[in-house]
Each structure stands twice: as C-alpha cells, then as structure tokens.
C-alpha cells in the first residue's frame, strides 16, 4: 500500500429495519484502518474515493449506489463484515503497484 490512505465513501441505507447499530460499525472501521483509510459521507461535498461502502441495517440491502457506478463497491449487511473488509483494504495495492501489473498482464496477453 502506498502512503496516501484509501478514501472509502460510505453510504448507508435508510435504516428502516436495523438489527445493529450501523454508525458504531463505520466507527469500529474508521479505528481499525486508522493511517489506512479515510472515511467520507456519500452526501457531502467530497463524493469522490476509491471504494464505495454501502452499510446496510439487513441483509435487504435497498441502499441504491447508481451515483457511484465508477467505484468498486463493498456491501456490509452484519457487524461480522468488518474483519473482511479490514483485509480487503490492507491488500489493496497502490496505483504504482496496479500499474505495473496492467502493464505486465498487457504484455503477456500482447497488449502495450
């Protein structure tokens, strides 16, 4: 991972049917990637990041996330989402290092 943290938009959903507390879920992230990531509301002003989080109260995930179809996106419908989540953030790799791999994989498929 480079230096520069993952910025991680999250969105939750409208929160009709919770079974866990959603915010103290987004907060138990922010403290866990703390250094690794920054966390931004989808409704502020800075919408742009690198994933978007959708934090759901139930597994009927409505949340919609068309306004954000260019990122790649992480569903958590459960407190037991977290620790999958952690490791997929740590094992994402810096732009240099997706680079380089697109270049390698262009050359064995020969594209350049």
């Not at 943290?5 to 879920?25: E, W």
């Not at 959708?54 to 419908?77: K, N, Q, W």
């Not at 459960?78 to 050359?107: H, Y």
Request: aromatic share 6%; net charge neutral.
């Amino acid at each position: 991972m480079s230096d520069e943290p993952v910025t991680i938009v999250v969105k939750y959903c409208g929160g009709c049917n919770p079974l866990y507390d959603r915010v103290a879920l987004v907060r138990r992230l922010e403290e866990r990637l703390f250094g690794t990531a920054r966390f931004v509301p989808a409704g502020g002003r800075e919408c742009k990041g690198d994933l978007l989080l959708v934090v759901c109260g139930c597994h009927v995930r409505c949340a919609g996330t068309h306004e954000f179809s260019d990122l790649p996106t992480v569903f958590i419908d459960r407190p037991e989402g977290v620790t999958d989540l952690v490791k997929r953030i740590r094992a994402m790799p810096d732009d240099a290092e997706s680079k380089e791999l697109s270049e390698e994989r262009g050359k064995i498929y020969g594209r350049h």
